[in-house]
């Protein structure tokens, strides 16, 4: 009896300390990019900050970004062990508008180092002034990290100048190092997909068919260069045509590529949209497709993910109609973003419907896993080591995947009225 115990208390131990060390290093974070959202009143600023778990409770442990840095751009990338903001630098607490300065904000996940990195104002190629345009940029990786592509332009140049308008330059973070680069770059640039809740333009590159070539391109700007970038890579199937006018990419990193096509699908209730990925480690294409009315996917690893949207008003059938209220989206205001009262208000974008239909898609064997949360502000946190991080309304669970084919049972880590904040999630360490 007494080896018995001692067996059970080895056991109790190291189920405490696995779950121990693995809820010690989840990072959650929490900010909302003012990229669409314009705060009305000059006093509502907001923070972004990394949080941890300290027993049930949530804790801050690092400001990304203050309440003197406008945050435009926030992305985490697990699997490069970073994340990225872009903030304006205000001069004073109440200053909205008109930054003089840009700044990049990198936390390196597995060192636990913030760095700011300062972006110049201007580029001067050939003895003229480009001057920066903050919001059109995007990042990539390469042996040396992260770099990030920014565009400048000089619009008192004539349209029909032999020199063009806009620029496209690549900055190391590391160096500080700024350089003019081609547009072909930008078949390098990393997208994480797209977020209902973290809308911005900076990620996901939209496409225009080219029927002579059957290929997309990525106009880095047709009005003002030539050059355009080439998506060569479609699956067989795909033939462009004059009404198969456009696509986008959802997410484009090492391990895939998701494109979505702007097909003419069969339309019911639901629009049924395709979507097209590439195993860029096999070279091979697949498909599936999913009942939303917004494009909503990210990438973890393996594994695609998102959460089926619909607009505010959707009639399932003559005696079932679910109407869309601003009610039904409960978060509140906190230091870390508005309510959602606030954005239904002031954007369209917002005022879509979900049932809280989450989805994982695994891209070795196709494998769906879909499930329901009854609230329609819910999503995908983080797929890692077979564990699912995700968000329903104020609360956070935590799942097994079983086998790559469906979801174990869930645990409650925390409920905290700044997790509705919160859409991104990382390992520290790993």
Request: proline share 3%; net charge neutral; glycine share 6%.
């Amino acid at each position: 009896m007494k080896w018995i115990l001692i067996s059970i208390n080895i056991l109790l131990f190291f189920q405490i300390g696995f779950s121990q060390e693995s809820d010690d290093k989840i990072r959650f974070i929490a900010g909302f990019p003012d990229f669409i959202y314009r705060p009305v009143n000059q006093g509502e600023v907001y923070i972004s900050a990394l949080l941890k778990l300290e027993g049930d409770s949530l804790i801050s442990e690092e400001i990304l970004s203050d309440s003197l840095q406008y945050l435009f751009f926030l992305r985490s990338y697990p699997l490069k062990n970073c994340v990225i903001c872009l903030v304006g630098n205000k001069q004073k607490f109440y200053d909205l508008a008109d930054f003089k300065d840009y700044s990049f904000v990198i936390y390196d996940n597995k060192n636990k180092i913030k760095k700011n990195v300062s972006i110049p104002n201007q580029f001067n190629l050939d003895g003229l002034s480009y001057k920066l345009n903050p919001q059109n940029f995007s990042s990539y990786f390469n042996k040396n990290g992260v770099n990030f592509l920014l565009t400048y332009s000089n619009l008192e140049l004539p349209k029909n100048s032999t020199r063009s308008r806009i620029i496209y330059c690549a900055l190391n973070p590391m160096t500080g190092d700024i350089q003019k680069v081609d547009p072909e770059i930008y078949r390098d640039v990393i997208s994480d997909g797209n977020s209902f809740i973290l809308k911005n333009n900076n990620e996901g590159l939209l496409l225009h068919g080219d029927v002579g070539r059957n290929t997309l391109k990525i106009p880095a700007d047709e009005r003002f260069y030539k050059k355009l970038t080439y998506i060569d890579k479609l699956p067989d199937d795909v033939n462009i045509k004059t009404n198969y006018y456009a696509g986008k990419v959802l997410i484009n990193n090492e391990e895939v590529l998701v494109l979505y096509l702007y097909e003419k699908e069969k339309q019911s209730q639901w629009n049924k949209l395709k979507l097209r990925v590439l195993d860029k480690q096999n070279n091979i294409w697949s498909n599936f497709t999913i009942e939303t009315s917004i494009v909503n996917i990210k990438s973890f690893e393996r594994w695609l993910g998102g959460n089926s949207m619909v607009k505010e008003v959707y009639k399932k059938n003559e005696d079932d109609n679910i109407t869309f209220k601003k009610e039904d989206w409960i978060k509140k205001k906190t230091q870390y973003g508005p309510s959602y009262l606030s954005l239904i208000d002031t954007d369209e974008s917002y005022k879509f419907y979900s049932r809280g239909s989450l989805y994982l898609r695994n891209i070795d064997s196709k494998a769906i896993i879909a499930w329901e949360t009854g609230q329609g502000d819910s999503e995908i946190l983080l797929v890692q080591d077979e564990m699912v991080y995700y968000r329903v309304n104020d609360k956070i669970y935590r799942v097994p995947i079983i086998n790559g084919e469906k979801l174990g049972e869930s645990e409650l880590l925390v409920q905290d009225e700044r997790v509705p904040d919160i859409h991104w999630a990382f390992l520290v360490g790993e």
